[in-house]
């Protein structure tokens, strides 16, 4: 089973609301992922977490919050998002996650798709 | 650093048409993983293949192909007999295995089949 699936589908929020949003994986992979995916544009990532630790935040603006409560769960917190956050959101796991590691392949959910108004 | 070209923005044919979609990349590691995703207008980035350098067999499935060649840098994807569900955009990526682990992906090639 390669699925990884995200909630909600999709979300409008104001831009004082606070909203989280939801990855899960159980797949026993050890590395998620959050991508940003404007339209037509390739997905650009955000966050890595290796087993269950931080390892890469590509200089994301404070707004968002990721966290990570155990091995198949990854949350997106927001907060004080602006209109150009508005974008689909995706989500992915891979077995493993590292420099020296195997690359392996990223499987990703079907995204949330996010409206700041 | 690592690059990934899909010089073809958007492709239109119409259904049962061959169509090959272009993927050229730049890297300096001698180990490297090539992917090919679609991306329906549900949203969900769909896997569907991966190669690594050291295995430059062509591959067919079903009514896709990839054909990579190392000596032109290149790791184009043909579907066969297109159908009107192929429409999607298709991103091809690269990922260093000696160095950053994170795919590159291209631009994305927007297929769109006609019945």
């Known amino acids: 089973d390669t699925e990884v699936t995200q909630t909600p589908k999709h979300l409008v929020m104001g831009m004082t609301n606070k909203k989280s949003l939801k990855c899960e994986q159980h797949?026993?992979?050890?590395?998620m992922y959050w991508y940003k995916q404007k339209a037509k544009k390739p997905p650009e990532l955000m966050f890595v977490?290796?087993?269950?630790?931080?390892?890469i935040n590509e200089s994301v603006p404070s707004r968002f919050s990721p966290e990570c409560p155990n091995s198949s769960l990854l949350n997106l917190h927001l907060h004080a998002l602006q209109p150009e956050d508005s974008a689909l959101y995706l989500c992915a796991s891979s077995q493993d996650a590292g420099p020296g590691q195997t690359t392996d392949t990223q499987y990703f959910g079907p995204g949330t798709r996010l409206t700041v108004l | 650093a690592q690059k990934v070209t899909q010089a073809q923005t958007e492709i239109s044919v119409v259904e049962k048409e061959d169509v090959t979609l272009d993927c050229v990349y730049e890297?300096?590691?001698?180990?490297?993983?090539l992917f090919w995703y679609k991306q329906p207008p549900s949203g969900e980035l769909v896997f569907l293949i991966r190669?690594?350098?050291?295995?430059?067999q062509n591959e067919i499935s079903g009514r896709y192909s990839w054909n990579f060649q190392k000596s032109t840098s290149s790791f184009n994807f043909t579907i066969t007999a297109s159908q009107v569900v192929d429409s999607a955009v298709y991103f091809c990526?690269?990922?260093?295995?000696?160095?950053?682990?994170?795919?590159?992906f291209g631009r994305g090639t927007s297929l769109i089949v006609h019945p």
């Open positions: 797949m026993g992979h050890r590395a």
């Open positions: 990526a690269l990922s260093e295995g000696g160095g950053s682990y994170i795919p590159t």
């Open positions: 890297t300096r590691d001698t180990t490297y993983y």
């Open positions: 190669r690594n350098s050291f295995d430059e």
């Open positions: 977490y290796s087993y269950e630790k931080l390892s």
